[in-house]
């Protein structure tokens, strides 16, 4: 596989996740899922509701602590309590169904905090010397603004969230997570809160990405678009991946009975 | 004696002798300087706790603040104020040896009192902000405190300003028994007037005006701001 040559950004190893109901029950959410993430690769998770797709991608950032296995990033395992998490999830962009801006901060703002809040807690936080504050927030300005040029959006810097549309809210989201230059983003359905007429600009935008080859994990319901953009497309269910292709294996030679039942109610 | 002719002689000692001039430059800025200040103290305590409140409990670092925030909270809402103020200036000053004016002691204890209830107040406000708004923070890289600090606690604050408000009249309100440590407020100066020819009627009724007018006063500030805080988010 042409893949395999390229380095591996996330190794996932024995990953399970459970979460506590109550003091007797324990609902195990993902059982033991071994998965190798490839720098360039765009992978697509599909399953139904349920079958703990949002909760794999959110183990990818920790923002789910396994509760067993690890999560390899570059090399270190995130799920080891005494990694800084914060430091790694910098390079790791996530966008929310919900997109989830800042409601308080204006759209550059949204833009514009992590990096400036970051670059100055690296340059020494509340002792780094006000040039240097200056340097970094001006420069992430004019990276805000690139992005929002990027996105169509630059009318839009100062205005709150609570003023936009969907479509455009979402746009800013992967804006917000590209600031901090990413090396992979994970996606979990994008467009499923938006109005049909915005999910094409969502999608256009992801599609820009990958075609740059940004390395993106997507959990999506939207298979046309999982077919065109993933080069390798999972299938989850009952918190496993039962099969693993090319969107060409999955969509045309299913093998599992569940997956052949999954797509012929949804395509 | 009737009303008129009291009412006269108040007058003459509020207005005409000076008298108004100590409510203003002691009881008013006393009664203000106690509830301002108290509240100001209050958010800071009461933030943290809220903050440590909503902290994820598995390691144990949190669990022990949350045992020792539980037994704050539990104490100055489990006890009357004055008995707190009374405790604070006639036992445990002097039991470790400082002097503390009787008007710090009074900042000092409606600051942790309101700290209390603050806390309280201000878990609601935090949990009344969408998950999601923490967890777009910790998505970007943003520490736990830095996110809360930074998104979250601004926009509790917006939805909690009519409580906050609510608890800043309670607080103007509960000034009223300072002088029980001896402190000066708008009810001493008023009841010393009275005590000059010991009719109280006038002087206390005076007083009933002025805590109505700024308790009115606030509630109309804390609607203007409200309205201002919205319209920035627009
Ligand atoms: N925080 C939580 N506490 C308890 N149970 C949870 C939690 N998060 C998820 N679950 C449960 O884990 C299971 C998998 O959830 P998950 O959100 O990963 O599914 P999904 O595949 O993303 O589904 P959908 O397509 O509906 O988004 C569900 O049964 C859900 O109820
Ligand atoms: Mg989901």
Known sequence: MENQAKNELIVVSGLCKSFRINKKKILNVLNDIDYTIYEGQKIAIIGPSGSGKSTFLRCLNCMEDPTGGSIFFEGEDLADMKVDINRHRENIGMVFQQFNLFNNKTVIQNIMLAPVHLGIKKAGGLFAKPAVKK??????????????????????????????????KQRIAIARALAMNPKVMLFDEPTSA???????EVLDLIKELANEGMTMVIVTHEMGFAREVADRILFMDGGRITEEGTPEEIFKHPKNPRLQEFLSKVL | MDFAHQWEKFWLLFYT?????????????????????????????????????????????????????????????????????????????????????????????????????????????????????????????????????KIVVPQAVKNILPTLGNEFIALIKDTSVVSFVAATDLYKIFTEIGNKNYEYLAPYLMMAIFYIVLVLGITLLVKLL?????????
């Open chain 1, 194 to 200: 938006l109005d049909p007429e915005m999910v094409g």
């Open chain 2, 17 to 149: 002798n000076g008298g108004y001039k100590r409510v203003f430059s002691e009881g008013l800025v006393n009664t203000l300087q106690i509830a301002i200040l108290g509240l100001a103290i209050g958010i800071v305590i009461g933030t943290l706790i809220a903050a440590v409140k909503v902290m994820p409990k598995y390691k144990v670092l949190p669990r022990i603040l949350d045992g020792v925030c539980n037994v704050y909270v539990g104490f100055f809402r489990g006890t009357p104020l004055v008995v707190q103020l009374l405790m604070a200036y006639y036992v445990i000053f002097p039991l470790i040896g400082v002097t503390v004016s009787s008007l710090n002691t009074c900042i000092l204890v409606f600051g942790l009192n309101s700290g209390a209830y603050v806390a309280e107040i201000m878990r609601a406000g935090i949990q009344s902000v969408d998950r999601g708004q923490m967890e777009a923070g910790r998505a970007v890289g943003l520490s736990y405190a830095a996110t809360m600090m």
């Open chain 2, 226 to 234: 409200e309205s201002r805080m919205q319209r920035a988010d627009r």
């Open chain 1, 135 to 168: 340097q970094i927030k001006e420069q992430a300005k004019e990276n805000a603004l690139k992005l929002l040029r990027r996105i169509g959006l630059e009318e839009k810097a100062n205005v709150y969230p609570s003023t936009l549309s969907g479509g455009q």
